[in-house]
């Protein structure tokens, strides 16, 4: 059976960093492009970051620039989301998922979900 799970969430001060990691199961991670994204409580979903399949182009929302990265480890069929100087807002449930990607050029734009989809994991930004 085909599936993502996510891990690495849990509770962090402003400031702080957490590791999230998409693990999928059933299918090789490495011929998709992988998207995180995030839902607060009362908020639009928010698309935060992707790779592309070739691991050549990144995307991240203006709202986590220059702080958050995303990786790949191929050998572990996994995808991580390093979140560092994380801020409050940044609270919400925090979900991977299989995209399909959109260029503008030579730049990586736009992520949209596709086939798989985990099943998230909290972030909780407090002091």
């Known amino acids: 059976q085909a599936q993502l799970v996510e891990s690495g969430g849990g509770s962090v001060q402003p400031g702080g960093s957490l590791k999230l990691s998409c693990q999928a199961s059933?299918?090789?991670?490495?011929?998709?492009?992988i998207g995180w994204f995030r839902q607060a409580p009362g908020k639009v979903r928010e698309d935060v970051s992707c790779i592309s399949s070739a691991n050549d182009k990144a995307y991240y929302a203006d709202s986590v620039k220059g702080r958050f990265t995303i990786t790949r480890d191929s050998a572990r069929n996994t995808v991580f989301l390093q979140l560092n100087s994380v801020i409050p807002e940044d609270t919400a449930v925090y979900y991977c998922?299989?995209?399909?990607?959109?260029?503008?050029?030579?730049?990586?734009?736009?992520?949209?979900?596709?086939?798989?989809r985990g099943q998230g994991t909290q972030v909780t930004v407090s002091s």
């Open positions: 059933g299918f090789n991670l490495n011929y998709y492009a």
């Open positions: 998922a299989t995209v399909t990607t959109y260029y503008s050029g030579v730049d990586l734009t736009k992520c949209q979900e596709s086939e798989y």
